[in-house]
């Protein structure tokens, strides 16, 4: 069964990068058909898309984030992680990563299960 | 940026059937939007329920089923139960990047 795991700081300070890794169990990450995204989610409000990567390196990011958000991979160790810069109390949230696959019409079927991070000082 | 929409709350009686939409305020959601639908209940990861508009995932229960509606993508539960009591997401794509709705809070009473 393919397994998602998110980890990082759970505390950022203001105007410091927030750098989160999602560790991939139970599957390559370097199918041809998945892409690997983040999505994350601030206390009591809805979803927010924040990107994408293929393990060829190929990314994807919301407009409203892009000029913040780098989304990476390393294959070897089964790992694709997310650097926001510049933050602030707005982007406290859980963040998840989750699996998407393009042969199958996009299902986004397997999460993580989330970690809280929390921007203060 | 491209605004996809919800309704905030519904409300449906056990056994009844409820639809729930979303809208873009690009024009019509098509096929090409593989519009996906997630179940959230608190304090839990979303569970994916429908993909590519109409599909369902193995572990998604029959009563739900996904469609296109007047422009819009759809997600209807028939004969609901009371653990369907969540909140509802949809998820548009464009051109590569995905954009959540805001969400619908079902209640079942």
């Known amino acids: 069964q393919l397994l998602l795991q998110e980890s990082g700081p759970a505390l950022v300070k203001p105007s410091e990068t927030l750098s989160l890794t999602c560790t991939v169990s139970g599957g390559s990450i370097s199918g041809s058909s998945y892409y690997w995204g983040w999505i994350r989610q601030p206390p009591g409000k809805g979803l927010e898309w924040i990107g994408n990567i293929h393990y060829s390196g190929t990314t994807r990011q919301s407009p409203s984030l892009q000029s913040r958000v780098t989304i990476s991979v390393d294959t070897s160790k089964n790992q694709f992680s997310l650097r926001l810069t510049s933050v602030t109390a707005a982007d406290t949230a859980v963040y998840f990563c989750?699996?998407?696959?393009?042969?199958?019409?996009?299902?986004?079927?397997?999460w993580g299960q989330g970690t809280l991070v929390t921007v203060s000082s | 940026q491209t605004v996809v929409t919800q309704e905030p709350s519904l409300t449906v009686s056990p056994g009844g059937t409820v639809t729930l939409t979303c809208a873009s305020s690009s024009g019509a959601v098509t096929s090409s939007s593989f519009s996906n639908w997630f179940q959230q209940k608190p304090g839990q990861a979303p569970r994916a329920l429908i993909y590519?508009?109409?599909n369902k995932h193995t572990w998604t229960p029959a009563r739900f089923s996904g469609s296109l509606l007047g422009g819009k993508a759809a997600l209807t539960v028939s004969g609901v139960q009371p653990e369907d009591e969540a909140d509802y997401y949809c998820?548009?794509?464009?051109?590569?990047?995905?954009?959540f709705g805001g969400g619908t809070k079902l209640t079942v009473l």
């Open positions: 998820l548009l794509h464009y051109g590569g990047a995905r954009v």
């Open positions: 989750a699996r998407d696959d393009i042969s199958s019409g996009w299902p986004l079927d397997y």
């Open positions: 590519s508009t109409t």
